[in-house]
């Protein structure tokens, strides 16, 4: 617990981070609702002592109901209002969380579009990159669920707690007897899971791998014209029985702890009840009170149970979070920095000099010392074997790539020097195998200039009719 306590906050600074930036009036909301909900099921339990007492005194029947009746509608009032309150934190949950994702996606997708193309060769980066997108943010998520269910649980403790306290101080250790055997078998439980998530998240991602292998398009060729089945079959077996053994056994661990809490948790119970009992016996404590301390008792005991499991889960979803978060930094340290600088129209001369690249964490120069001068109006064919670094050249002369060495200037100024999209606006390019887009012809062909005033469509068909374009169009279903 105490380890528990101390790792929590640096686990749930970045989702806060996240919340406060998306949704901080409903979260606002949600901690101020919960502290009312707090406070009302406190005020509750502490009227069924008066429920109680009214019932447990002297009188007939009739008379001890009717002497009950004000504290016991207070009661009804008391949770009422409770219930009310647990609906609306639901209802500002309910904003939260939507607010969250979107948010933590779009930071993700504007970081994968401002970094620098280079950056896709970095396996390191390209593997970051896709545990943000495919754990990072869905933990993310999770994260705030489940610190809206930690605040709800530690508030809901407090208050039985606090009732119990006013109550009778000699009722708190009462409390901590009856809640240690779930409290034990909870953090034990937790604990067991994260000690073995490591191997756990290791085994996933190779089976992930191999079913995105198995189910993505590009692959399929590939393995058809192999004959690579088989292969990737029993790869995936290999790897998915491992996972189903770890899961099982990490299961079965969990469901001995859990069972071995239970059974400590039925004799703190009955030691809780014998306690009580000694109390009544030698007039220490009242008979109402007793009743009422029965009730908060065990509202503590599920609410702190709750506490630890949904604590536990947020730590571990901060870890993933944390990944995250580290994505993004990296992916800002990665990206140009802004510039206002804007290249000529049309440039009329291209020059390099002495330019070398090697790609990140390569252990030699993709290209070596290259001097070359272009002028306008000029074509210019690169030709060489494959991997000689064509492909590479072509991308350091129109920008998107930034050299590592030497220096490439469009009319003496130097390109890295240049804004990034004005470069851009004066390239085009064609790929052997383009991006098919999932959108209807138009924005297909309006990709490169999708900005570009046409009212008339005049540039959208001279160019689609320049590449051949118009023949494709005019076989699909809608035009």
Known sequence: ??????????????????????????????????????????????????????????????????????????????????????????????????????????????????????????????????????????????????????????FAVAAAAGSLAVLHPILLPVLALSVLPEGWSVVHSARLGYATMTRTVTLHRPARMLSDLATDREPATELRACQAEPFLRAEYHKVADLLQEQEVAVGLAQTRVKAVGQAFAGIATGATIVLLGVLLSGGWLPLAVAGAALIAIRSASSALGRLVRAANLVFEHGLYVADYQAFLADAADRSRPPTALRPPGTPELIELSGVCFRYRGGDRDALTGIDLTIHKGQTVALVGENGSGKTTLAKLITGLYRPTGGRISWDGVDLADLNPESVGDRVGMVQQSPVRWPHDARANVRLGRHGRADPDDTALLGAAADAGADEVVAGLPDG
């Open 1 to 154: 617990m105490a380890q528990l306590a101390r790792r929590l906050p640096a686990s749930i600074r970045p989702v806060l981070s996240v919340i406060r930036a998306t949704a901080p009036r409903a979260a606002i909301a949600i901690l101020v609702l919960q502290v009312a909900s707090g406070l009302a099921f406190a005020f509750g339990l502490l009227a069924t002592t008066g429920v109680l007492e009214e019932l447990f005194a002297a009188g007939p029947t009739a008379d001890r109901v009717l002497g009950a009746l004000p504290a016991l509608l207070f009661v009804v009032g008391a949770f009422t209002v409770r219930g009310l309150l647990d609906t609306c934190v639901a209802l500002a949950h309910a904003r939260i969380v939507p607010a969250v994702y979107r948010v933590a996606e779009e930071r993700l997708v504007h970081a994968g579009l401002r970094v620098e193309l280079d950056a896709f060769d970095d396996p390191e980066f390209y593997d970051r990159m896709h545990r943000a997108r495919d754990r990072g943010i869905y933990y993310l998520e999770r994260a705030t669920d489940t610190l809206v269910e930690v605040v709800g649980s530690l």
